[in-house]
């Protein structure tokens, strides 16, 4: 079966700092891979997707993940962040074909000024 | 556009009540699915649908019974309330095509509480 491993549940980081959120998943087959955010007392956003091309891949904010096949991981990376980055991140990964995504535990990352 | 919206937001319920938590889904999505969040779990998948009149089974579906009956709407009925459902319920839903999964729109939540 499927499954999503985030390696931190918590990162606390300084302002302005570099930032790096962990995701290895186990998978034989195509997949496709998603970072969601969650602020305090929201429901989930999609932050950004892998579904083919280009394994790096960037969001608005200035997040990027790279997709790296041979080491089944999805890692998120920021050079800098801002408070307001202040939320937990889920890693979640579908099979190609598939109807089912399965999630992560979430990393929690706590941006200190 | 009002996306993904579910109701209520907060339910208290007592062991053995029932109730249907509601999702409606404004954006013609064919896909649609509910899942619990949990402290520690992250989600967990427990129903979900392809569309109208079709629904399928997740990772944790006992207890709780689903149906769609309409492309927009996908309620999620507790049948008897136990404390081990006490958690946060979010439905998503997508757009569907032969990649299956664009990414979901999450609705913001239902916390119940079952005392």
């Known amino acids: 079966a499927q499954s999503v491993t985030q390696l931190d549940s918590q990162v606390p980081v300084f302002e302005e700092a570099p930032v790096e959120l962990r995701c290895n998943y186990s998978?034989?087959?195509?997949?496709?891979l998603f970072w969601y955010v969650q602020y305090p007392n929201q429901g989930l956003q999609l932050l950004l997707k892998?579904?083919?091309?280009?394994?790096l891949v960037e969001s608005i904010n200035g997040f990027e993940a790279e997709f790296n096949k041979s080491q089944t991981s999805f890692h998120l990376r920021k050079p800098s962040v801002h408070i307001s980055d202040t939320a937990e991140y889920f890693c979640?990964?579908?099979?190609?074909?598939?109807?089912?995504?399965?999630f992560g535990a979430g990393t929690r990352l706590f941006v200190k000024a | 556009n009002a996306g993904v919206t579910q109701t209520p937001k907060f339910q208290v319920l007592k062991t053995g009540q029932s109730m249907t938590l509601q999702c409606a889904q404004d954006m013609n999505h064919e896909y649609m699915s509910w899942y619990r969040q949990d402290p520690g779990m992250g989600l967990r998948l427990i129903h979900y649908s392809v569309g109208a009149g079709i629904t399928d089974q997740g990772e944790v579906p006992n207890g709780y019974n689903v149906s769609r009956s309409t492309t927009e709407d996908f309620p999620l009925r507790l049948l008897s309330a136990a404390p081990s459902q006490t958690s946060v319920y979010f439905c998503?839903?997508?757009?569907?095509?032969?990649?299956?999964?664009?990414?979901?729109?999450f609705g913001s939540g239902t916390r119940l509480t079952v005392v």
């Open positions: 892998y579904l083919s091309g280009s394994t």
């Open positions: 998503a839903s997508s757009y569907l095509d032969q990649r299956s999964n664009y990414g979901y729109t």
């Open positions: 998978s034989s087959v195509s997949v496709y």
């Open positions: 979640a990964v579908s099979d190609t074909g598939g109807f089912k995504t399965i």
